[in-house]
């Protein structure tokens, strides 16, 4: 099953309760980061999840073992339903986020390579599929590759297996819906939805690729 997966970052509670609450209908899951966390408070986990969507922080945890594992435990805390860390602080680093995922029965997925053409300098490659495959070995619950480049997702499904894939980069960053949507398990659109002036609509607009 491919879900939509709203990437929040806008920087108010009140945008946020916005855009969620027309939202919420057409999309399986919101995804918050420090933009609006840093805007609102860690609070605003638990307020969208009234929306009854899991809320995924994506703060892409990259700290020693131990910084890692209280983060975590503050982010379930919170109302979150699952953490996005980077996998390149090494195994025993996301062991800890996957650990306290796994005492707050939620889910913790691994940065393998991002969508942005920067990436490419450090996060491809056979980095990332080291990564990929630490990340299996870690326990973790999925991991994270992007839309932009749905051959890297093909290559890192292979080493992953069933484990999640979500994928960031459809929409403004020119990622190809229909190519990756095979492919993965949760598709990230953010600011084609968020900066509508009609978020139901742009949400919906996905809606043939929710199986």
Known sequence: MTGIILALDVLSTEEAHRVVGAAAPHVDAVKIGYPLVLAAGLGIAGELA???????????????PNTNRLIAEQVFAAGCGGIICQGFCGSDSVCACVDAADDAD?????????????????????????????????????????????????????????????????????GDPHAVAPLIDGMIVGRSIYTSDDPAGAAAAYAEFRR
């Not at 922080?57 to 020693?64: Q, S």
């Not at 992007?146 to 992953?160: M, N, Q």
Request: charged letters at 20%; proline letters at 6%.
């Open 50 to 64: 009234t929306y009854g969507l899991p809320i995924i922080a994506d703060f892409k945890v990259a700290d020693i």
């Open 106 to 174: 939620g889910e913790c997925y691994v940065v393998c390579e991002m969508s942005h053409p920067g990436a490419l300098e450090f996060l491809s490659g056979e980095n990332a599929e080291a990564l990929a495959r630490m990340a299996v070995a870690a326990g973790a619950h999925g991991i994270i590759a992007p839309a932009t480049r749905p051959d890297r997702v093909k290559v890192l499904r292979g080493i992953v297996g069933e484990k999640k894939i979500l994928s960031p980069g459809v929409g403004a960053q020119g």
